[in-house]
């Protein structure tokens, strides 16, 4: 008998068809996505389930994301080659308002990659209670390697070939991984060519100039930083006596570098993907952001000492700030982290083995639906002002995302010490039963 209930001698007796019947054992749920990062965003979701008691339905609904795209399309090269690259997109609830989210680019960009990622995007959003679902997408392709003028064309053909699925009211792309204004830009202004007309509100984090929003471009960093405020305010301890390392030196690192540097704590160690450097005394976090600016990677920074890109999680310090990529913290290196708090700027840089030691050493971790969600906060506030045709001042927008934050972050304070759970179980049971309330409410179409 195969695993689905049928009885092979149903279809045809013994021989033949058994042999079929076993070849269609009925797949796991959640086989398209398979992938490490998908594992991870799994068991995460399952623990504050099974905390909120969530019933088989609604989990079975929110375990899988609802529809994603795969396109295979041609690019001509510099030198007249043609290469075909993957995109992905990928729409994780319907539920909750349009999709949200953005697109990377990366060697290592998959389907199960951007399902985990559209799956936190809308626990994200519910959590600082955006209207939106979430999504995510990217094409795979090592963006180094590649000239300016070709990443405009797999820009833009990427965004065409994504086309029937996304849409101001449906599904709104934004910045992520090796992308930023201008790879928005062009993805916008292919969007208004098929449409014939401008269209802004199909994309976040464009620049100011076509209907970008002031404070976009550092609001994730930003949205990290109030909540290690908030974070030191729960603890009783002062920012400014804080010794911090920051992983990863781009759009949410190089923000986080420069608004706690500016706001007194001492940062201890930076890296980018070329290594690092460490200086118990304090690095010149202003000196570090000239030499990004000209140089473009930390590597042969005239200051500090030297250390490989993972040796700098392990650098003494009292607040760790992973904001490079995912999967950096595990059941490898997790018990040599010297920190007493981990903030996460990145999407998914702790694995569940990770999440095991530290929280058995009593490292707490702050989690990326919480930490990072003020990119998605400010560009709700992009996307709100484009359909409105207003243009918000920058220091309004910082507010305004002070107050979302912050909100949140009592939200999931209270859960926490209601459910006396750790920080991310509570972030996440907080977003899923905002959720959940919306699927119920919903009820099953037809
Ligand atoms: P980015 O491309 O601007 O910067 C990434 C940085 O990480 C670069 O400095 C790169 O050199 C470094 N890096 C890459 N691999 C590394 C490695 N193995 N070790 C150390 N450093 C490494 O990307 P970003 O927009 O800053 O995004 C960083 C993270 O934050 C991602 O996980 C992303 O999903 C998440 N995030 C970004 C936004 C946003 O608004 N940009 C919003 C929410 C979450």
Not at 84 to 89: A, I, L, V
Not at 168 to 190: H, L, N, Q, S, V
Not at 381 to 396: R, Y
Request: charged content about 25%; hydrophobic content about 40%; glycine content about 12%.
């Amino acid at each position: 008998m195969g695993s689905n209930g049928r009885a092979a001698t149903d279809r045809r007796g013994s021989g033949g068809w058994e042999t079929v019947l076993e070849a269609e054992r009925t797949l796991e749920p959640g086989t398209e996505w398979h992938s490490e990062l998908y594992r991870v965003a799994v068991d995460q979701f399952r623990r504050a389930a099974d905390l909120l008691g969530l019933e088989e339905e609604i989990r079975a609904r929110l375990l899988e994301p609802r529809r994603a795209l795969v396109v295979n399309f041609p690019v001509r090269l510099d030198d007249g080659e043609v290469q075909s690259f993957t995109g992905y997109r990928v729409q994780h609830t319907l539920t909750m308002g349009p999709m949200k989210g953005g697109f990377r680019y990366g060697p290592g960009v998959s389907l199960g990659e951007c399902a985990a990622l559209a799956m936190w995007m809308t626990f994200k959003c519910a959590l600082v209670g955006l209207p939106f679902g979430g999504a995510k997408g990217g094409v795979r392709c090592d963006p180094n390697r590649l000239s300016d003028g070709e990443l405009e064309h797999v820009t833009r053909r990427y965004a065409s070939e994504i086309f029937p699925i996304i849409g101001p009211d449906r599904d709104i792309a934004a910045p992520d991984i090796a992308t930023g204004e201008r790879e928005m830009a062009w993805f916008m202004d292919t969007y208004s060519q098929q449409v014939g007309h401008p269209v802004p509100e199909i994309v976040t984090g464009k620049p100011l100039v076509l209907g970008g929003t002031e404070g976009r471009d550092i609001a994730t960093g930003l949205g990290v930083v109030f909540c290690v405020e908030e974070l030191m305010e729960t603890a009783g301890e002062q920012l400014d006596a804080q010794r911090v390392v920051v992983q990863g030196l781009g759009n949410v690192g190089g923000t986080v570098v420069r608004e706690l540097a500016q706001r007194g704590a001492t940062i201890v160690g930076v890296s980018d993907v070329t290594g690092g450097i460490v200086d118990p005394d304090g690095l010149d976090a202003a000196a570090v952001e000239a030499w990004m600016a000209e140089h473009r990677f930390v590597r042969d920074f005239p200051g500090g000492k030297p250390v490989s890109r993972l040796e700098v999680l392990e650098q003494p310090c009292d607040i760790l700030i992973p904001a490079a990529v995912e999967q950096q913290i595990t059941g490898e290196n997790a018990g040599r982290i010297d920190a007493r708090w981990v903030v996460e700027g990145a999407n998914g840089p702790t694995t569940p083995e990770g999440d095991e030691i530290l929280a058995a050493r009593g490292i707490e971790v702050l989690p990326d639906v919480l930490a990072n969600a003020g990119g998605v906060t400010v560009s709700y506030f992009e996307w709100v002002q484009d359909q409105q045709k207003l243009a918000w001042q920058g220091a309004e927008v910082a507010a305004r995302l002070r107050i979302q934050l912050d909100d949140a972050f009592a939200r999931v304070r209270n859960a926490r010490e209601q459910r006396d759970t750790d920080w991310r179980t509570a972030a996440q049971a907080v977003a899923i039963e905002r959720v959940a309330d919306a699927s119920r409410l919903r009820t099953i179409y037809p």
